[in-house]
């Protein structure tokens, strides 16, 4: 993990999760379905944008061995502080996605947010890039979620994560063609890997051209 | 008493959790570089987690944790973690100044807490899928799952390492370079153990 420190987050090049690997637990856990991936996306977002905040005050009192320490204890705060938020604002996601989010608090992207696991840098440098890892996290789940609940139900039905009113839906693949392998774990590995594939190259083209 | 075998192969194999519920994926995509190394992280593991599921059960007994129950396993983590890495220095010390900057993070392995996490909401039934229910409580089976579920980490361990040895050799197309194709071998792995579902 330590080559996390020189490194630049990006949305398809160096992507949190499909390249560093940076809260993949959760990322196969709740990508189920877009509802409950965009729900989840949204709320680890916030602990990411509070774990920045927090972090970044308690860089300056703790002892850079200690930082590890003090970064879990602090997640695990911000975990169940996520976990009651969840069952009080959006119970359908919550009991979806179940022990995942207490298991937030070891997400190595609010400890990365936090700055647990990289050098100390300035406060501004790390909230910038504990910003960019969680929206890049988003989006990855996002796309994670789309093509697998895609292949699993051949459409895509959309709620509202708060309310559960359903926002859009639509169906593409007649039911005989649905590939279920995609619902269990061994389809999250696959999928997540495609998208990871699909996202380094499109990074690595944009390279080549010149481009970002 | 005959429930030991069951939960001891489920918790190595069958229910691995490392690698049939993926928790601690990330970990084990990166630790390690050689098999030295990836023996004595995987060893620690083991260790952590079976010394913090026997501590996570007695604070569970023992206290009503409510709402604060993360925070409480989340120290007996760290607490374990301390006390390995001592233990690691002591016994061998120059395998220690290799990998002192990996193992503070086996404390956020998420495959630990989940363990902790699940023994203390719903007992062991998880492990057994609903063959027994009234004996979940009880100490055997928490002890034999602290060493079941440790060792079931310590072949996860064992086992990406050796893969990652054989990928960084492999021509592996250009976009799966890196995390991608090892997520690919980890969906192949899953696949090949559920076969073994059924058997207990």
Known sequence: MNKLNNIKIGFFRNNPVLSLALGLTTALAVTGSVTTALGMGLLILLLVIVAGVLGGLLHKVTPSEMMIPVGLVLSAFLAKLGELLALAYMPTVASEVGIFIPLMAVNSLILFAAGTLTEKTSFGESMKNALLAGCAYVVALLAIAFLRELAVTGGIALLNPLSGVELFSFNLIPQQFTLSLFAGSAGALLMTAFVGGLFQAIGKSGNDKGGK | ?200
């Open chain 2, 1 to 200: 008493m005959e429930n030991i075998l069951p939960i001891l192969l489920g918790t190595i194999l069958i229910n691995n959790l490392a690698l049939t519920k993926l928790v601690g994926l990330g970990q084990l995509a990166h630790f390690g570089e050689e098999e030295g190394e990836i023996l004595c992280i995987g060893v620690s593991a083991a260790l952590v987690m079976a010394i913090s599921s026997i501590l996570g059960y007695f604070a569970g007994s023992l206290f009503d944790l409510g709402v604060l129950n993360l925070l409480v396993y989340v120290l007996l983590i760290l607490v374990s973690t301390a006390l390995v890495m001592s233990g690691v220095k002591k016994v061998k010390p120059e395998m220690y100044e290799r990998v002192k900057k990996v193992l503070p993070l086996l404390s956020a392995n998420s495959a630990i807490l989940y363990l902790l996490l699940m023994t203390g909401t719903e007992g062991m039934e998880f492990l057994l899928q609903g063959t027994v229910a009234n004996d979940a409580q009880e100490l055997l089976p928490v002890l034999v799952t602290a060493v079941g579920a440790p060792m079931g980490l310590l072949f996860a361990f064992i086992l990406y390492g050796a893969v990652r040895e054989r990928l960084s050799v492999a021509h592996t197309p250009k976009a799966f370079k890196g995390l991608p194709i090892l997520l690919v071998y980890a969906a192949l792995a899953v696949l090949a153990l559920s076969g073994l579902n059924g058997i207990l």
